[in-house]
């Protein structure tokens, strides 16, 4: 038996996700595919443009058999964090023989090369990296330079791009989880990841979101996404193509009514960021002056997106260390098909998965369990982003929402 695992956001599913899903099927010609797809807030510290059952919808009426959340302590995290706990999902379902991914490279060779230098970093890498960052320049940079100064350019060139720096991180995961995987990568075809422009009927993700915010009108981005996607899309009355200013007054209040001590605990705060988050907070108007308040060249805007979305959740350092350091996981089921469904009978039939397969919070998973510490971020996730879609939170709460089915 083979499977496919992919890892993404589906933010939203669009041409370039389906051409990927195409060529990884044709390449690894697997018996069933899965995805582990992060939840209503993404990894770069942004709210998701549909929930995580809307998305979760279009991924398998594009093709994924199984849809499984990537749980919110882990995919609104930096890059090592995101791509250590969506491997560790696929790994211990015990079944995923590929790993595919895109990246700009598109072959694995210089991937490879860079994810091996980097997975056990030498003293003379970690001392040059500090080096650069006692500079005042953010950590991607200074890991950049380090490399490049290091080891040539031939290993600091991968890690320019986006889905570069991603596919380095699931090969490392990889590396140090000795996982049995084989990785497959599929050149990004057309735009790049932050170009705002389309080639051919293919944009980013943020191209797309970028004009419906414009436009916020549907039928706009008709022609960058599958009918599939835009049929799901259309159905929906509310709660489309969110942002961060939309969540600006509940963060205000939850920055207004913690000391810098309690700020200071959230898992992005370092460096005294809680004090510049406390001041700017008193002086801003929007969610846009809020974060050029606390911007510097040490920080970039994606890690400053990630602080605000932790104090918002507060997600401390503490817990999320001990999660992490316990290896605490879970697969939580948002969607199949009929082969999605025969693949979880299988896995479950055959005892191959390591960790709790959910698709019943209400009775699946005890509140005094190891893995509720790290499900209860997910459902105040999901809460908080409901409040602000929805008005309200039952009707949209983990403890009431399906996984989305498609027997067609």
């Known amino acids: 038996m083979k499977v ?92 995923v023989t590929h790993l595919s991914f895109g990246s700009e490279a598109g072959e694995l060779s210089a991937l490879s090369s860079a ?6 970093e030498s003293e003379e890498l970690k001392n040059c990296i500090k080096e650069f960052a006692d500079q005042g320049i953010s950590f991607p ?30 090969l490392k995961q990889l590396n140090l989880t ?56 259309q159905s929906i009355d509310k709660g489309i193509n969110l942002s961060l200013n939309d969540f600006y007054q509940l963060l205000l209040y939850q920055i207004l009514t913690s000391d810098t001590q309690r700020l200071g605990s959230v898992l992005s705060a370092t460096e005294g960021l809680e004090n510049r988050v406390k001041r700017a907070a008193s002086e801003s108007v929007n969610m846009d002056s809020l974060i050029k308040a606390v911007l510097s060249k040490r920080y970039t805007e994606t890690r400053i997106h990630r602080l605000l979305t932790h104090i918002l959740i507060h997600l401390d350092k503490d817990s999320f260390r ?15 098909n009929q082969r999605g469904a025969s693949l979880l009978k299988k896995i479950k039939k055959e005892e191959l998965s390591t960790i709790p397969i959910l698709t019943n919070i209400n009775r699946e998973i005890s509140k005094d369990s190891e893995e509720w510490k790290l499900l209860k971020y997910d459902i105040t996730a999901s809460d908080i982003y ?23």
């Open 4 to 95: 496919l695992g992919i890892i993404a956001e589906y933010n939203p599913f669009h041409n370039g996700h389906r051409y990927h899903l195409q060529e990884s099927i044709r390449i690894a010609s697997p018996d069933y595919s899965v995805c582990v797809m992060s939840g209503n807030f993404t990894q770069r510290g942004e709210p998701a443009m549909a929930d995580k059952w809307i998305r979760a919808a279009t991924a398998v009426n594009n093709g994924i058999d199984l849809v499984l959340e990537l749980p919110f302590a882990f995919a609104c995290n930096n890059a090592e964090y995101f791509a250590g706990g969506a491997v560790d999902i696929l790994n211990r379902l015990g079944c």
């Open 115 to 120: 994810a091996d230098y980097l997975t056990h």
């Open 141 to 170: 940079k200074a890991r950049y330079e380090a490399v490049k100064k290091c080891m040539g350019s031939v290993y600091s060139d991968v890690l320019m791009n986006a889905n570069n720096i991603l596919a380095v991180e699931y």
């Open 178 to 233: 000795k996982s049995k995987m084989v990785p497959i990568t599929v050149k990004r075809y057309g735009t790049g990841y932050h170009d705002m422009g389309s080639y051919e009927n293919i944009a980013s993700a943020t191209a797309i979101r970028h004009q419906l915010e414009k436009s916020a009108c549907l039928s706009t981005i008709s022609d960058l996404i599958p009918s599939e996607t835009y049929q799901v899309l």
């Open 322 to 336: 001990a999660l992490w350091n316990n290896h605490i996981n879970y697969a939580r089921v948002l969607g199949f």
């Open 386 to 408: 409901n409040l602000v879609a929805h008005g309200e939170i039952y009707s949209h709460s983990d403890y009431v929402k399906k996984p989305y089915k498609n027997f067609d």
